[in-house]
């Protein structure tokens, strides 16, 4: 008898802890079908495995998904194809300014898992004559959380033949790299490839992230940028201090000798621009 009311008792809670696993997962699922989430495809394949792959396991877990294509994007891809790797509520092509700013105001996270140099360059000085470029810039004078991933537009990119110049002069590595700040300045989250799912997790679930995007040691060269119309050995020495490695002056600017020879002898390149 008491062998039959300990299996009953182990049934009922085996019974018991389906059923609230269930309405738990029931709960969890209308909770973030509630969330919309609005994923940029621009003209770039960078890192695209690894992206898609993230992008697949994002999309599986319930969100209300739309995805924009860019022209740029369907030359790389057809619609077809990305069907075929992820599986969005909806997918849209061609916007007017109305549908932009709907969908951007309507959405809880916009991803933009191809951030490109172009793009960046374009939303930096307010240039707004693509779907993509007019998008991000209406979620940033919205307000809208954005997270990009940066392989695309990251000048450290040595992996990427398209995104990156080994001989590149270096005052357009610097231009890339500040490009790329200025857009974290202004609200965007930048975050490498592989961080992709772990960055809309910690948005949704409200975890405080310590700039994910910035876990790495940059090799990019730093510079420094004067105004003064004189430049002294004052100057090349407080480049010295702050380990600069490039000194940006006017271009009428006057370097004196002293300044000159220190320059040449600390290894310090000073550009006029």
Excluded at 83 to 108: C, F, G, H, M, S
Excluded at 123 to 139: E, G, K, Q, R, S
Excluded at 151 to 163: F, K, R, W
Excluded at 218 to 236: C, G, M, N
Aim: hydrophobic share 40%.
């Amino acid at each position: 008898m008491n062998d039959k009311l300990n299996i009953t008792k182990d049934k009922i809670r085996e019974i018991v802890g389906k059923v609230v696993n269930e309405l738990f997962s029931q709960k969890q699922s209308k909770l973030l079908s509630a969330k919309k989430l609005l994923i940029l495809f621009t003209g770039s394949l960078t890192s695209y495995d690894t992206i898609i792959n993230q992008l697949r396991n994002i999309t599986s877990i319930g969100y209300d998904t739309t995805l924009v294509l860019s022209e740029s994007f369907l030359n790389l891809k057809s619609i077809d194809e990305v069907k075929k790797e992820l599986n969005p509520d909806r997918i849209l092509t061609k916007l007017d300014n109305y549908q932009i700013a709907e969908e951007v105001r309507t959405a809880d996270l916009i991803l933009i898992p191809f951030l490109t140099r172009n793009t960046v360059a374009k939303v930096l000085n307010a240039i707004t004559d693509t779907v993509p470029t007019n998008l991000i810039f209406t979620a940033l004078m919205l307000k809208k959380k954005i997270i990009a991933v940066r392989d695309g537009a990251d000048p450290e990119m040595l992996d990427c033949i398209h995104c990156y110049t080994p001989n590149a002069p270096a005052f357009i590595q610097l231009l890339m790299q500040k490009n790329l700040e200025l857009l974290k300045q202004v609200g965007v989250e930048l975050i490498k490839s592989d961080q992709l799912e772990e960055a809309v997790e910690n948005f949704f679930l409200n975890k405080k992230s310590s700039e994910i995007g910035d876990r790495r040691v940059s090799s990019v060269p730093h510079f420094l940028k004067l105004q003064r119309e004189i430049i002294t050995s004052e100057d090349i020495k407080k480049a010295l201090k702050n380990k600069e490695k490039y000194l940006y002056v006017p271009p009428n600017a006057i370097i004196t000798d002293i300044a000159k020879e220190l320059a040449n002898k600390e290894g310090i390149e000073i550009i006029r621009i």
